[in-house]
Nanobody, 123 residues
Framework: QVQLVESGGGLVQAGGSLRLSCAAS????????MGWFRQVPGKEREFVAY???????HYAAFVEGRFTISRDNAKNTVYLQMNSLKSEDTAVYYC?????????????????WGQGTQVTVSS
């Protein structure tokens, strides 16, 4: 069993920055891949970023170099640094963990999810 707890969301003006954190407990954190997804009401959860157990990173096209995913295995924590935020980035952001194979950009490939943290970007 893995428990994930996100923090760091909030209200920010367009062009601003936020850093989301996700603290994990349970199985060996360093052995699984970690992803960030987001969701707005009425839409499906969409992939934002992924970092593998080996440190390789992947991003959704809409990130356009504005976000950076990182992990600190000593702290069992994954981060999402978000810069140059836009109003369309407003969503609930979810942290997720994936152990084994499966497409990193597909929500169904992930085993555990956090409760989500709200990010609101005002224009």
């Amino acid at each position: 069993q893995v428990q994930l707890v996100e923090s760091g969301g909030g209200l920010v003006q367009a062009g601003g920055s936020l850093r989301l954190s996700c603290a994990a407990s349970g199985r060996a954190f360093s052995t699984y891949g970690m992803g960030w997804f987001r969701q707005v009401p009425g839409k499906e959860r969409e992939f934002v970023a992924y970092i593998s157990a080996y440190g390789s990173r992947h991003y959704a096209a809409f990130v356009e170099g504005r976000f950076t995913i990182s992990r600190d295995n000593a702290k069992n924590t994954v981060y999402l640094q978000m810069n140059s935020l836009k109003s369309e980035d407003t969503a609930v952001y979810y942290c997720s963990s994936k152990y084994g194979s499966g497409s990193y950009y597909t929500a169904s490939a992930y085993d555990y999810w956090g409760q989500g943290t709200q990010v609101t970007v005002s224009s």
